[in-house]
C-alpha cells in the first residue's frame, strides 16, 4: 500500500487558471518526497491536496490507501507550514499538545508524549515559554514536534525552512534527516532549494510551470545517515546538477525560485 | 544549541506591567501641570467661575468627600450596568457575526448607523422610554456607547485569524467549535480588551450624559449639573474630578484583568525580556 497515491490529478482555479495538471505520483511507505519546481508551479496547491486542505478538480487522492478526506478525518498525516503557526497564547508544551487535545488524550498521556516530542526535537527546558520567546528555527521545531505528537505515518512539509537563514536552515536540514529516521515516517516536502531537495530527499519530484505537471523523477541515491559532509561529495553535486538541467528543461528560470503564495479560489 | 533563549523571570508586578519607577514620569506630569495650572490662575487673577484654583477644587472635594462618593457610586452603577449590558451584548453580537458571515452582512450597516447617532439626542428618549429616576434609563444610554467598540473590536480579533491557523486545525478535523474555542476566541482577546477598556470611560460619560437630561438628587451628574446652574463652580469641578477618578479606576481595573487574562501576549513581551 503507498503512503500517497495520485492518479490524474489537476487543479483549476477560477479564471481558468490550470495549476496542476494531469499527476500521477506514488510514494511508498518510508520515503522522503521532496517537490520542485519553478514559481507557480503548484507545489505547494498538490501538498495541500494531498492533505485535503483543497480539492482537486479531477483525479483521485488516496493516502494510506484511504480516500484523501477519509485519510484526514483519520489523522493520518501532520502538516508544518512555512510560517510556524505557533499560538502566542499557548506555551510551547500546549501548542505541541493541541492535537492531542482534539483527540481527547487524556492530561498524563499528552504530558508524557510532549515531554518525548521536546526531546525529540531538542528543545527540553522549552515547555513553559511562549513562541514569540523563541527563534524562527526553534519555533520550526515546535512546529515539527506538534506535527509528529501524534504518530502520524506521514508528514507534510510547505517549505518549512524556507524563511530561516542558510546555516539554521542546513542544521534543521540534518534534524528532520535524523528525526524522520528515529519516527520511520513518511515525508512529502516542497521546497524552492535544489541543494535542500537532494540533500533530504530519497526521491526529488521535479515540476514544470503553469500548468504544473511531473516533469521528471531524481532517485537520490546517496548513503544514509547523512551529514554536512554529504554536502561536499561529488555525488551530491551531481544529483544538484541532474535536479538543475531538469529544471531548466521544464522551464524553469535558473537559479533558486520563490513561489508566492497562492490564492487559493477553487472553482 | 538550546540556549539561545534563557528563560524569563516574570513577577506579578511586571506581568501586571509596571514598577513604581515606570511610574515617576507620569507622576512628574500630574505635579507640573497642576503646579502651572494653580500658579497662573493665581498670577493672571482667573475668575473662579471661568477657572477654579486646583487647591480650591481640592478643598471643595475633601469637604463634600462623603456625599461625593455616595453620588459617584450611584453614578458608577449605572454606569457599570450599562457597561455590563452593553460590553456582553457586543461580544455576544461579535460571536454571532463571526459565526455566521451572512448575519454580519446583513445586520452591519444597521450597527454603524445607530453608532453614529449622537448620544445626545439618544439620552432623553431613554429617560422618557424607561423613567427619569429609573436607573435604567442612564444603563441603556451607557450600554449604547460601550457596545459598538466592544463589537466592533471583537469581531475582528474573531476574524483576523491567519489562514494557516484555518488549515492547521482543517488538517487535524477540528470543528467548527474546536477552532472559535481553540483559535478564534484566544485571537480575540486583545482586541476585545481594547474594546472593553475604550468602554469603562465611555460607561461613565453615558451615565453622566443621562443624568444631565434628568435625574435623582444622588445621581453626580446632577450635582454636577446643579452646582453649574447655581454657580458653584468649584463644587462642579469637584463633582468632575469624582467622575474622573471613577473612571481612571474604573479602566485601571480593566487593564489589570487584560494584563493577567492576556499576559502571553507578545505586546507584554516589552516588560519581559531584558
Not at chain 1, 477560477?14 to 503548484?42: K, N, Q
Not at chain 1, 520567546?133 to 524556507?162: H, K, Y
Not at chain 2, 498670577?43 to 480650591?56: D, I, N, R, S, Y
Not at chain 2, 459598538?148 to 491557523?165: E, K
Amino acid at each position: 500500500m503507498n503512503a500517497v497515491s495520485l492518479k490524474g490529478v489537476s487543479k483549476q482555479f477560477r479564471a481558468g487558471v490550470t495549476a496542476l495538471d494531469g499527476i500521477d505520483l506514488d510514494v511508498e511507505p518510508g520515503e522522503f518526497v521532496s517537490l520542485i519546481g519553478p514559481s507557480g508551479c503548484g507545489k505547494s496547491t498538490l501538498l495541500r491536496i494531498i492533505g485535503d486542505l483543497t480539492k482537486p478538480t479531477a483525479g483521485t487522492v488516496q493516502v494510506n490507501g484511504k480516500p484523501a478526506e477519509r485519510a484526514r478525518r483519520d489523522h493520518e498525516y501532520g502538516i508544518v507550514f512555512q510560517d510556524a503557526v505557533l499560538y502566542d497564547w499557548r506555551t510551547v508544551a500546549k501548542n505541541i499538545s493541541l492535537p492531542l487535545e482534539l483527540l481527547h488524550w487524556n492530561r498524563a498521556r499528552r504530558n508524557a508524549r510532549v515531554k518525548d516530542m521536546l526531546e525529540l526535537v531538542e528543545l527540553s527546558g522549552f515547555e513553559s515559554h511562549h513562541p514569540w520567546q523563541l527563534s524562527g528555527g526553534m519555533q520550526q521545531r515546535v512546529s515539527i514536534a506538534r506535527a509528529l505528537s501524534f504518530s502520524p505515518t506521514l508528514l507534510l512539509m510547505d517549505e518549512p525552512f524556507g524563511a530561516l537563514d542558510e546555516m539554521t536552515r542546513e542544521r534543521l536540514n540534518s534534524e528532520l534527516l535524523r528525526i524522520w529516521e528515529e519516527t520511520s515516517s513518511t515525508v512529502v516536502f516542497v521546497t524552492h532549494s535544489i541543494s535542500e531537495a537532494v540533500f533530504l530527499s530519497t526521491r526529488v519530484v521535479v515540476m514544470s510551470a503553469r500548468p504544473g505537471r511531473v516533469a521528471g523523477l531524481v532517485d537520490v541515491d546517496l548513503p544514509q545517515p547523512r551529514a554536512s559532509a554529504t554536502r561536499e561529495e561529488p555525488s551530491f553535486f551531481e544529483l544538484v546538477t541532474r535536479v538543475r538541467e531538469q529544471l531548466a528543461a521544464a522551464g524553469a528560470p535558473l537559479g533558486e525560485t520563490q513561489e508566492p503564495a497562492l490564492v487559493e479560489e477553487p472553482l | 544549541m538550546s540556549s539561545m533563549v534563557q528563560p524569563v523571570p516574570r513577577s506579578l508586578s511586571r506581568r501586571i506591567g509596571r514598577t513604581a519607577l515606570d511610574w515617576i514620569p507620569a507622576v512628574a506630569v500630574f505635579a507640573i501641570g497642576i503646579g502651572a495650572w494653580q500658579g497662573l490662575v493665581t498670577a493672571f487673577h482667573v475668575q473662579e467661575f471661568l477657572l477654579p484654583k486646583p487647591t480650591a477644587i481640592g478643598h471643595a472635594f475633601w469637604t463634600q468627600k462623603s456625599v461625593l462618593w455616595s453620588q459617584g457610586m450611584y453614578t458608577f452603577k449605572e454606569a457599570l450596568g450599562g457597561y455590563a449590558l452593553g460590553s456582553g451584548l457586543g461580544i455576544l453580537v461579535a460571536l454571532l457575526f463571526a459565526a455566521w458571515r451572512p448575519l454580519a452582512g446583513a445586520f452591519m450597516p444597521y450597527a454603524v448607523a445607530a453608532n453614529a447617532i449622537p448620544i445626545i439626542a439618544f439620552a432623553p428618549i431613554m429617560n422618557n422610554w424607561f423613567g427619569l429616576l429609573n436607573p435604567f434609563s442612564k444603563m441603556a444610554i451607557a450600554a449604547v456607547l460601550c457596545f459598538f467598540p466592544v463589537m466592533i473590536n471583537t469581531l475582528r480579533g474573531l476574524t483576523s485569524v491567519h489562514p494557516s491557523s484555518i488549515e492547521l486545525m482543517r488538517s487535524y478535523a477540528a470543528g467548527r467549535f474546536a477552532l472559535f474555542r481553540r483559535v478564534r476566541i484566544p485571537n480575540a482577546l486583545p482586541h476585545m480588551f481594547t474594546g472593553l477598556k475604550v468602554a469603562t470611560v465611555l460607561s461613565m460619560i453615558g451615565a453622566i450624559v443621562g443624568e444631565y437630561f434628568g435625574g435623582p438628587i444622588e445621581a453626580l451628574g446632577v450635582k454636577i449639573l446643579n452646582d453649574s446652574s447655581y454657580g458653584n463652580f468649584t463644587d462642579a469641578w469637584a463633582g468632575i474630578v469624582m467622575a474622573s477618578l471613577l473612571g481612571i479606576v474604573f479602566y485601571a481595573v480593566v487593564a489589570l484583568v487584560e494584563r493577567l487574562t492576556t499576559s502571553w501576549h507578545p505586546s507584554a513581551r516589552a516588560f519581559q525580556t531584558e
